[in-house]
């Protein structure tokens, strides 16, 4: 079965320093890949998905991810964070054919000010 | 229109009880989604819904999890003498169409089942 891991739990960062949120995942074949994002007392939104094209996604908010094939990831990416980025950020992958996707646990991101 | 609405935001029941959550999903929205979210884990994918084609119920964890939708409208995700480890947060989400990377989920802002 697929699964999805993203490594770092817990990330604390103060505005301004950059931000790398992992995420790797299991399956071979043709995959679509998102990371969604939590704000406090939000709803779970859609920050930014690959699948095609250019794998150097660029999202709302500054926010980027690259797929990167061979390493089975598709990392999360913003070079200057701000406290207003204080939020849980879920990466997500479907098989190419399939419509359920298979998320990770989550990284819950604290921005200090 | 507005988004994905769930009622109700909170639920705390006694173990053994049934208890039944409702989505809303946005008009025209032809897929609906219903996952399960434990604490400090990922969505878990329970049951999808696609126009007026067979659920699929692959996700569901037993036969005390049953959900039903109506048409292209509400849905209702009912779980039957609920025990403890059901206590988590159930999400909706809607899409336009099945295919994800052409058709983004909505969330809603998801039912907080306790189960005491």
């Known amino acids: 079965a697929q699964s999805v891991s993203q490594h770092n739990h817990h990330v604390i960062l103060s505005e301004a320093a950059s931000l790398e949120l992992g995420c790797n995942y299991s399956y071979g074949g043709t995959v679509n890949l998102f990371w969604y994002v939590q704000y406090p007392g939000q709803h779970l939104q859609l920050l930014l998905k690959?699948?095609?094209?250019?794998?150097l996604v660029k999202g709302i908010k500054g926010f980027e991810a690259e797929f990167i094939k061979s390493k089975f990831s598709f990392n999360l990416r913003k070079p200057s964070v701000q406290w207003s980025d204080t939020a849980e950020y879920f990466c997500?992958?479907?098989?190419?054919?399939?419509?359920?996707?298979?998320f990770g646990r989550g990284t819950s991101l604290i921005v200090h000010p | 229109g507005a988004g994905v609405s769930q009622s109700p935001s909170n639920k705390v029941t006694e173990k053994g009880k049934d208890v039944e959550l409702r989505c809303d999903p946005i008009s025209g929205h032809t897929a609906l989604y219903w996952y399960r979210q434990r604490l400090g884990q990922g969505l878990e994918f329970l049951i999808y819904f696609q126009g007026n084609s067979a659920p699929d119920k692959s996700g569901l964890p037993s036969d005390r999890f049953s959900a039903e939708r109506t048409g292209e409208s509400v849905s209702t995700l009912t779980i039957q003498r609920t025990q403890q480890e059901d206590s988590a947060v159930y999400l909706c989400a809607s899409s336009l169409g099945a295919f994800l990377p052409r058709n983004t989920q909505y969330f809603g802002p998801g039912t907080r089942l306790t189960v005491l």
């Open positions: 690959y699948f095609s094209g250019d794998p």
């Open positions: 997500a992958v479907n098989e190419g054919g399939s419509y359920i996707p298979t």
